[in-house]
């Protein structure tokens, strides 16, 4: 079986690849890079997959890719995904999450159409949630509140316009927060591990960060992967599933774990460089649907993620180069 996977060079691609060849050996792994991407993510895995030079915005290289080979399934991570780089810069994260995914729809509708397509969506589409709401099941009403989640709510759609228009295999996932080793340092949690390691070197003196008062349904990445091959074996075509723990964790709450593992305070100062100009409060999701379906199960608990991301950070940042290589904010 030969698959495809988008953004196989960022944080959950890269994990992903991992499951895939930990579980299924003999599937021949295809990824999309762009040119000059940063591959330290997959360097352990090179000589096992195949990589192809893509820009998803630009129609032309993806269709090139479909040209000259099919695949069995497709998981499209791809993507800008960080969301205050959205305020940032709103059109490119559009162009890539909205656009990227309708030419990657287009290549397949052309020549790959019995293709399996995992569209990875995020629990930001459902963005502002009232109280009586939660936990969020996939049938809330979508109130996003970045250009980000704007982004992923397009992707999601075009997704189920592709699956009512054309008959393809469409699989949409919304998946809440996922962290893990390889996580950039632009994102909480592993900015929290990072400043935990920096301040048991002697490097800083209290945690800096944003809002701490935002609760986010965390899931350690290895499990979202499992999801989405779980997804793209059993999900029904044209259905939306999410993926989360159902457990929330605000900020405040995810420093005090990291310092007690550290062994050190819990002193934050508060940044405003690191607000954002609207942020989702809380986010607590219902996987009920995913789970009936796939049986799937968490295997790692929340402290076990801060214990391998602080682990890493120390042997980043104590190897004879001191360099943070996991600075990538362009794929899932
Ligand atoms: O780690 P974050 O940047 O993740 P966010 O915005 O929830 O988005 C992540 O999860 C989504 C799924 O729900 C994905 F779709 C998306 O691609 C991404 O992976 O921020 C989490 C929370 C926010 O409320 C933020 O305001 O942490 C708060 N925060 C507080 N201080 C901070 C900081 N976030 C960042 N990045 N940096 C801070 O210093």
Same mark, same amino acid.
């Given at each position: 079986?030969?698959?495809?996977?988008?953004?196989?060079?960022?944080?959950?691609?890269?994990?992903?690849?991992?499951?895939?060849?930990?579980?299924?050996?003999?599937?021949?792994?295809?990824?999309?890079?762009?040119?000059?991407?940063?591959?330290?993510?997959? =360097?352990?895995?090179?000589?096992?997959?195949?990589?192809?030079?893509?820009?998803?915005?630009?129609?032309?290289?993806?269709?090139?890719?479909?040209?000259?080979?099919?695949?069995?399934?497709?998981?499209?991570?791809?993507?800008?995904?960080?969301?205050?780089?959205?305020?940032?810069?709103?059109?490119?994260?559009?162009?890539?999450?909205? &656009?990227?995914?309708?030419?990657?729809?287009?290549?397949?509708?052309?020549? &790959?159409?019995?293709?399996?397509?995992?569209?990875?969506?995020?629990?930001?589409?459902?963005?502002?949630?009232?109280?009586?709401?939660?936990?969020?099941?996939?049938?809330?009403?979508?109130?996003?509140?970045?250009?980000?989640?704007?982004?992923?709510?397009?992707?999601?759609?075009?997704?189920?316009?592709?699956?009512?228009?054309?008959?393809?295999?469409?699989?949409? %996932?919304?998946?809440?927060?996922?962290?893990?080793?390889?996580?950039?340092?632009?994102?909480?949690?592993?900015?929290?591990?990072?400043?935990?390691?920096?301040?048991?070197?002697?490097?800083?003196?209290?945690?800096?960060?944003?809002?701490?008062?935002?609760?986010?349904?965390?899931?350690?990445?290895?499990?979202?992967?499992?999801?989405?091959?779980?997804?793209?074996?059993?999900?029904?075509?044209?259905?939306?599933?999410?993926?989360?723990?159902?457990?929330?964790? %605000?900020?405040?709450?995810?420093?005090?774990?990291?310092?007690?593992?550290?062994?050190?305070?819990?002193?934050?100062? =508060? &940044?405003?460089?690191?607000?954002?100009?609207?942020?989702?409060?809380?986010?607590?999701?219902?996987?009920?649907?995913?789970? =009936?379906?796939?049986?799937?199960?968490?295997?790692?608990?929340?402290?076990?993620?801060?214990?391998?991301?602080?682990? &890493?950070?120390?042997?980043?940042?104590?190897?004879?180069?001191?360099?943070?290589?996991?600075?990538?904010?362009?794929?899932?």
């Amino acid at each position: 079986m030969k698959i495809l996977i988008t953004g196989i060079s960022g944080f959950v691609g890269s994990h992903l690849t991992d499951f895939v060849l930990e579980h299924f050996p003999h599937i021949e792994i295809h990824g999309l890079i762009r040119r000059r991407s940063d591959i330290k993510n997959i =360097q352990h895995r090179l000589s096992s997959i195949v990589l192809h030079e893509c820009d998803l915005t630009d129609s032309h290289s993806v269709d090139a890719v479909f040209r000259s080979q099919s695949f069995e399934k497709c998981f499209h991570l791809a993507g800008q995904s960080h969301v205050p780089t959205s305020w940032i810069r709103p059109i490119e994260t559009m162009n890539v999450n909205a &656009n990227g995914t309708m030419n990657l729809l287009e290549s397949i509708r052309h020549h &790959n159409k019995n293709c399996h397509v995992l569209i990875c969506g995020s629990s930001e589409e459902y963005g502002l949630v009232y109280e009586h709401e939660v936990p969020i099941t996939e049938d809330n009403p979508l109130r996003p509140l970045s250009p980000y989640a704007v982004s992923k709510v397009a992707a999601d759609f075009i997704g189920h316009v592709y699956f009512k228009s054309y008959g393809l295999h469409v699989v949409r %996932s919304r998946a809440f927060n996922h962290e893990g080793v390889r996580r950039p340092e632009d994102f909480v949690l592993a900015k929290i591990t990072k400043q935990a390691v920096e301040i048991q070197l002697g490097r800083r003196t209290c945690f800096e960060l944003g809002n701490t008062d935002a609760t986010r349904d965390i899931t350690d990445v290895r499990d979202i992967v499992h999801a989405y091959w779980l997804l793209l074996e059993k999900g029904e075509p044209g259905e939306a599933y999410n993926i989360s723990s159902g457990k929330t964790y %605000s900020i405040q709450e995810l420093v005090e774990m990291t310092a007690k593992q550290a062994g050190i305070p819990s002193q934050i100062e =508060q &940044n405003p460089k690191f607000l954002r100009p609207a942020d989702v409060p809380r986010l607590l999701g219902d996987c009920t649907k995913m789970k =009936q379906l796939t049986g799937w199960k968490r295997r790692y608990e929340i402290p076990d993620t801060i214990h391998d991301m602080i682990e &890493n950070w120390r042997s980043v940042l104590t190897s004879s180069l001191d360099r943070s290589p996991f600075v990538e904010t362009q794929a899932e």
